[in-house]
């Protein structure tokens, strides 16, 4: 029995980061955009019929820059929950994270950039 109780726990935890998936992208505007650039760059990456190396290169920068937008998500509720009114060192921890999540879509684009332009052209 205590096999199947670690499978249940093992399999409900994908369920839990589906539901904060789902979560994220429901209330997350940003989250929202990077979902579009995501089918677009994904869309793009099978028409263009990219390499294994560009793949795993688009694949890479696509999962740093959810990583980084749901942590920053994250980041931000845990800052809503332990102060609800304005704090300015919580404002700083946001801005922070916000900015990571910019870089790393930045570098993302970049990325883009550098494998779909000479396809393009």
Do not use: C
């Not at 539901?19 to 760059?41: D, L, S």
């Not at 294994?52 to 845990?78: F, K």
């Not at 870089?103 to 550098?114: K, N, Q, R």
């Amino acid at each position: 029995m205590k096999s199947r109780r670690n499978l249940r726990t093992f399999l409900g935890s994908f369920v839990d980061a589906a539901k904060g998936f789902a979560e994220a992208v429901r209330t997350q505007y940003n989250i929202r955009f990077h979902f579009v650039g995501t089918v677009v760059a994904l869309g793009m990456s099978y028409y263009y019929k990219l390499s294994w190396d560009e793949w795993s290169i688009i694949i890479l920068a696509i999962a740093i820059v959810w990583l980084a937008e749901l942590l920053n998500t994250a980041i931000e509720y845990i800052g809503d929950f332990v102060s609800p009114e304005y704090n300015h060192l919580i404002g700083k921890v946001k801005d922070i994270s916000a900015s990571a999540s910019l870089i790393a879509a930045i570098a993302s684009l970049t990325v883009g950039l550098i494998i779909f332009i000479p396809k393009i052209f």
